[in-house]
């Protein structure tokens, strides 16, 4: 028997919802999904988000459990998930913005864990731009702002990468060269960005003229390289940027070809210096924001960064890793691009390896990083390493001449034709890969000890970034990369900061939640902790 009326106003109409008496006790964005008007209840109806909000405009509405009236926020706008009707006719406006019209879904290289609304950035846009400048590559995708659909995709290297592969190298030559600034704004917009656009359009079969918004992430030092800020003063203690929060510029003021004179670029914000809007993003897109945890975000790219989430405790470091996972300063080390070796099964006794090269192709360009990860597990598990990563004597008289000796120390041949001649695993690589990988560990863990949490609590370690995609999340667990964890607590949710700035473009809320993310989590430097120096030297080992 119903006994209530709730009159729904939407973007498409007027609709009339009743209710049985079973149902006054249901939170109302349980009831309107029940009716066909799932709202984004995208922190799981828990009130700690404000996708669910709508504005009631006659009647009342009643907090859960009791008979008071649920808080008005902005506007009068009230979280449907915290609310409940009366038995009296209510009428209710549901916002664009609320209403859920995409499920979760994995799209392109990113997966999305959340549900967002129609309700774009740039009111009267028709074609949105989502860029993710990363400091090894940068990657773009259109899309219609009036479907969610993404039109096209284009993705290469980051031109700055001549100036040099980490970030601290690009601040040091802004600290040196007085218009070093201004020459890597120009690399990134006009060597990079302005022609992945033209390509993305040429794709897509649109104009330049046709795109009105693009939403930038990136961290923090490439953000103010884009910017045309100088980015020196994160090159020292105390490591401040010139600014974290959101910006927005009309395209001509950045250099940027595209749109008319409504178009806009938006910057994300970002939590601190060395933990960047790229990471922001990513809280959002993985649903990380909306977790009570223990839960984990980590970005294995050129810098590592980490945050960790239990309950409405956020924090997060970022972790002196190098860009060793990407195979700079390796002896054979490549980047993954076509040719290279991505896989690696060895067997000691008689010594082979069984390698995976992206294409297909017969003779292998060098190593890249989920390569890597590969070697350092199986040549752990195998006999062919030690714990601190040198070669066994028995394995080396074993092996022959696949294992030689140069001034740095002993190296083992991988293949013996590859682009550039022989491919080598060296000690001296094996060290810096240790590295890496220690530092990541370290962070992982001392971020855990500061919460109280071991990585055995950990509900859900989102893997972010291009390497993570493709790691063996075995190989990883095993070398160490991840420890204490198993593989059903990892999920691999790629390019998360692509996907973040997507979901900007087409939910404005989400926006604001990346802002308040950023003002929310606390930044720790790790080397300031007491006990991560002596877990860095722990994890240094091969388990």
Known sequence: MNVGLIQLVTPDGCHDVSMTASELALPLSELLAHRGFPLNTRCGGRGLCAGCEVELRTGALRCLGDDTPPPAGASGRIKACQARAGAGPVTVEIPARSLQNHEPAVVSEFRINIPWARDPLVPGARVGAAVDIGTTTVALLLCDLATGKVLAEASAFNAQIRFGEDVLTRIQLCSTDPGAVARLQRVVVDETINPLLAEACNRAGIGLADVGAMTVAANTTMLHLLAGVDPTPMGVHPFRAAFLEHRQYAPRELGLRFGGDTAEVHLLPGPAAYIGADLAAGMVATGLLYDDGPALLVDVGTNGEIIAKVGDQLIGCATAAGPAFEGAG??????????????????????????????????????????????????????????????????????????????????????????????????????????????????????????????????????????????????????????????????????????????????????????????????????????????????????
């Open 330 to 543: 390796l002896t054979s080390g490549t980047r993954a691009v076509q040719g290279a070796i991505e896989r690696v099964q060895l067997q000691s006794e008689p010594f082979a390896a069984k390698l995976g090269i992206i294409g297909g192709v017969a003779v292998p360009l060098g190593i890249c990083g989920s390569a890597y990860v590969d070697f350092l597990w199986e040549a752990r598990r195998t006999g062919i390493l030690q714990t601190t990563g040198r070669f066994t004597d028995a394995f080396c008289v074993r092996a022959g001449d696949h294992v030689q000796r140069d001034i740095h120390g002993r190296k083992l041949r991988l293949h013996p034709r590859g682009a550039s001649g022989p491919i080598w695993v060296s000690e001296v690589d094996i060290a810096r890969l240790l590295q890496a990988k220690a530092a990541i560990a370290a962070g992982m863990v001392t971020l855990l000890s500061l919460l109280s949490v071991v990585p055995g609590d950990v509900k859900t370690l989102y893997l972010a970034g291009g390497f993570g995609l493709h790691l063996s999340l075995e190989h990883a667990i095993g070398c160490g990369l991840l420890p204490g964890l198993a593989v059903n607590q990892i999920q691999m949710v790629g390019n998360t900061s692509l996907g973040g700035a997507f979901l900007a473009l087409q939910d404005r809320s989400l926006l604001d939640e990346m802002i308040a993310a950023s003002k929310t989590m606390k930044a720790i430097e790790l080397n300031l902790q007491p006990g991560f120096e002596n877990a860095y030297i722990d994890h240094l080992a091969l388990p």
